[in-house]
T-cell receptor, first 109, second 114 residues
Framework: EDQVTQSPEALRLQEGESSSLNCSYTVSGLRGLFWYRQDPGKGPEFLFTLYSAGEEKEKERLKATLTKKESFLHITAPKPEDSATYLCAASGGYNKLIFGAGTRLAVHP | DTAVSQTPKYLVTQMGNDKSIKCEQNLGHDTMYWYKQDSKKFLKIMFSYNNKELIINETVPNRFSPKSPDKAHLNLHINSLELGDSAVYFC?????????????FGAGTRLSVL
């Protein structure tokens, strides 16, 4: 069965303290690996799509990487406004996204 | 203008009632989706329509019936509501069904069944 697992479930960082979020997946015929950000009371907001192992994408303080079994979201020198739930999703076709449970990130000043 | 809008934002109802949630997108997209986010925050796809045709139909009770009157709208009707239906329901849309097409989500409808 296709599955996406994220860790840790929750992460608390001090402002400026870099860290990484993990997303491991078992999806047959992976077409793409997605990262979304979700703020409380809002819908997920797209961050990145990765298509093949070795691919990397960056946006401000975030960098996403992909291997054949997992993806990492690296957060460099985070700020309080980076606090959110980060969702990972894998697609096996028809743009059907299989989401993980998310990592709740809290960045404190 | 909001790209993907859902109404209502909150819905509180009694067990056994029938309710509908509406979704509209003004992005000119061909594909629309319904997701359910349960109390554990898992987002699970329920349905997907492309050009008004059903293309994804996950294992969902047949009390749930999606309806797409046109490409810009995808409504979700739920019959005989049960306690376990309480969740946040998200609508999303994308340009098409190819994985390269980003899905844009609405703000969600929080359904509480009492």
């Amino acid at each position: 069965e296709d599955q996406v697992t994220q860790s840790p479930e929750a992460l608390r960082l001090q402002e400026g303290e870099s860290s990484s979020l993990n997303c491991s997946y078992t999806v047959s015929g992976l077409r793409g690996l997605f990262w979304y950000r979700q703020d409380p009371g809002k819908g997920p907001e797209f961050l990145f799509t990765l298509y093949s192992a070795g691919e990397e994408k960056e946006k401000e303080r975030l960098k996403a990487t992909l291997t054949k079994k997992e993806s990492f979201l690296h957060i460099t020198a985070p700020k309080p406004e980076d606090s959110a739930t980060y969702l990972c999703a894998a697609s096996g076709g028809y743009n059907k996204l299989i989401f993980g449970a998310g990592t709740r990130l809290a960045v404190h000043p | 203008d909001t790209a993907v809008s859902q109404t209502p934002k909150y819905l509180v109802t009694q067990m056994g009632n029938d309710k509908s949630i509406k979704c509209e997108q003004n992005l000119g997209h061909d594909t629309m989706y319904w997701y359910k986010q349960d109390s554990k925050k898992f987002l699970k796809i329920m349905f997907s329509y492309n050009n008004k045709e059903l293309i994804i139909n996950e294992t969902v009770p047949n009390r749930f019936s999606p309806k797409s009157p046109d490409k810009a709208h995808l409504n979700l009707h739920i019959n005989s509501l049960e306690l376990g239906d309480s969740a946040v329901y998200f609508c999303a849309s994308s340009l098409g069904t190819d994985t390269k097409n980003i899905q844009y989500f609405g703000a969600g409808t929080r359904l509480s069944v009492l």
